[in-house]
């Protein structure tokens, strides 16, 4: 792998959870827990390889339509897993941020708990884990629009000097674009996620569901995107005339 291109930026929708508990006769819930004991395994693996930010997302604001114990098991696993693995984020020297809307439906015990895991690692640098909660992609354009709005009122932001750089400031966290967006367990669509920084990412399906998506299998998205020939829309005049 040590001569390959590096993504700086990967995405992840952790997608198949549910499917992956069902094949083995086990509850939603236990998929979920494989879910976090995966993304726990193989986070470290990744940010080691030399990826600096690794977005995931873990709860959208669609969600909060899945049953009651579903929803209500998530939340607790949150809780739980934000409090308890904050020494394994800093032993491995990851710097946990987290994207979304902080406030309703969302309880405030699990928003209590994302802002103590982000307080206690918030000095690491071997890398960022940003985990998506609550969030979806459209809600985090019009969350910027409207900061920009005020700051405009407000005079601290000329609304001339406007432009990609400035506005990626406003949203939920500052992040570089996405180079590389997986989406595990063979569903083929975005799902709000990640609007903005996904504008010229390439995209890597695969049918394994998330709890599967262990070290190798990262390895296979790796090679594929250096298969990959990234024009951000203009041509490869190297490539175009070989
Ligand atoms: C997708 O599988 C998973 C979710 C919506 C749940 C959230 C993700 C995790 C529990 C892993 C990360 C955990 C933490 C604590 C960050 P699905 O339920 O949509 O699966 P299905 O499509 O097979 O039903």
């Not at 198949?16 to 995966?38: C, I, P, Q, V, Y």
């Not at 409207?146 to 609304?159: E, M, P, Q, S, T």
Request: net charge positive.
């Amino acid at each position: 792998m040590s001569s390959l291109n590096i993504p700086n930026h990967v995405g992840i929708i952790l997608d198949g959870n549910g499917r992956w508990a069902t094949k083995r006769g086990l509850s939603r819930s236990e998929g979920h827990l494989a879910g976090f004991n995966m993304l726990k395994k193989v986070s470290p693996y990744i940010l080691n390889m030399g990826v600096k930010q690794l977005s995931v997302f873990a709860f959208s604001t669609e969600n909060f339509k899945r049953s009651k114990e579903e929803v209500g098991f998530l939340m607790n696993l949150f809780i739980k897993k934000f409090t308890e693995e904050s020494s394994y984020f800093n032993e491995k020297n990851i710097k946990v941020v987290f994207s979304g809307i902080r406030n309703k439906p969302l309880p405030s015990n699990v928003i209590k708990a994302m802002n103590s895991l982000e307080e206690n690692t918030k000095n690491n640098t071997n890398g960022i884990l940003n985990i998506c909660i609550n969030y979806g992609g459209r809600s985090e354009i019009i969350d910027a629009t409207k900061k920009i709005v005020n700051d405009v009122v407000d005079k601290k932001l000329d609304i001339n000097s406007l432009d990609e750089e400035i506005y990626s400031k406003y949203l939920y966290q500052k992040l570089d674009p996405i180079d590389l967006l997986i989406r595990t367990s063979g569903e083929n669509r975005i799902s709000n996620f990640m609007l903005w920084q996904l504008a010229y990412s390439e995209f890597y399906f695969t049918d394994t569901y998330f709890p599967d998506f262990n070290e190798e299998e990262f390895d296979k998205a790796i090679i594929e995107y250096n298969k990959r020939d990234r024009r951000f829309g203009g041509i490869n005049y190297e490539k175009k005339n070989n």
